[in-house]
């Protein structure tokens, strides 16, 4: 336990993480290899919390021309799709695991209880939030950071499919440059899409760094767990 320096983590994931690299639907093998680091991260001793997006099923882009609440109710559903995947998954490597959605669905999932899911992270039990806030016009970044608050986890580990925070998109400007560190206010400054700006004022204002990542490497959890330099640390 000596070599962890964080007890409690929030992990965001973004939907199109777990698609690979078809872009859609869900990955077996993403799915495996990020349960198999939380899985990682749980025998360390991290109590771990999850909050999944839906982009690899329904975004609201998509529904351009339908009401904006009927396109994010569509896309809390595409969340919980993702939770129940990942927690088939960790079951199966024998992590006890809940699935609490911000809207009911009594018959597959917890609805959000705060005192349940403190008391589930602190039995060592995984803790997959579906559903955003349950509110539409909130993204589920804002939900993790919401999450993150409400359960007082220590950090938010934002898993990317580029290795860090850049000054642009490195994928179409070669001449972006990464950054080790960032604080919350360059990056809302800056308009670096870390995170949605309400997500990022939220950990702000409850002083909850954020350490964003590339997710291919297998071991980028465990090491952003353990205080090694990885990725970009967001904070004061």
């Known amino acids: 336990m000596s070599e962890i320096k964080y007890k409690r983590v929030l992990l965001k994931l973004s939907g199109e993480a777990l698609a690979g690299e078809e872009k859609r639907g869900i990955s077996a093998e993403v799915v495996e290899d990020i349960t198999r680091q939380i899985k990682e991260m749980v025998d360390l001793g991290v109590e ?26 569509m896309g809390m559903l595409a969340t919980t799709i993702n939770a129940l995947a990942l927690q088939d998954a960790l079951e199966a490597k024998g992590v006890h695991t809940r699935v609490q959605t911000a809207i009911e669905m009594r018959e597959i999932a917890e609805p959000y209880i705060l005192r349940k899911a403190t008391k589930h992270l602190g039995k060592g039990r ?8 349950g509110n539409t016009h909130f993204t589920t970044d804002t939900g993790a950071a919401l999450r993150a608050a409400e359960v007082n986890a220590e950090v938010i ?80």
Not at 66 to 72: I, L, N, V
Not at 170 to 178: E, F, G, I, L, Y
């Open 48 to 73: 771990v919390a999850v909050v999944v997006g839906g982009g690899n099923f329904w975004r609201g882009k998509y529904g351009y021309n339908m009401e904006k609440t009927t396109s994010d109710h």
């Open 126 to 133: 995984v803790v997959i939030f579906a559903c955003g806030t």
């Open 157 to 236: 580990l934002v898993a990317k499919t580029i290795d860090g925070v850049y000054s642009a998109d490195p994928k179409v400007d070669p001449t972006a440059v990464k950054y080790d560190s960032i604080s919350y206010m360059d990056v809302l400054n800056k308009d670096l899409k870390v995170m949605d700006a309400t997500a990022i004022s939220l950990c702000r204002e409850n002083n909850i760094p954020l350490i964003v990542f590339a997710m291919n490497d297998p071991e980028n959890m465990i090491r952003a767990i353990k205080g090694e330099n990885v990725g970009t640390i967001v904070s004061d």
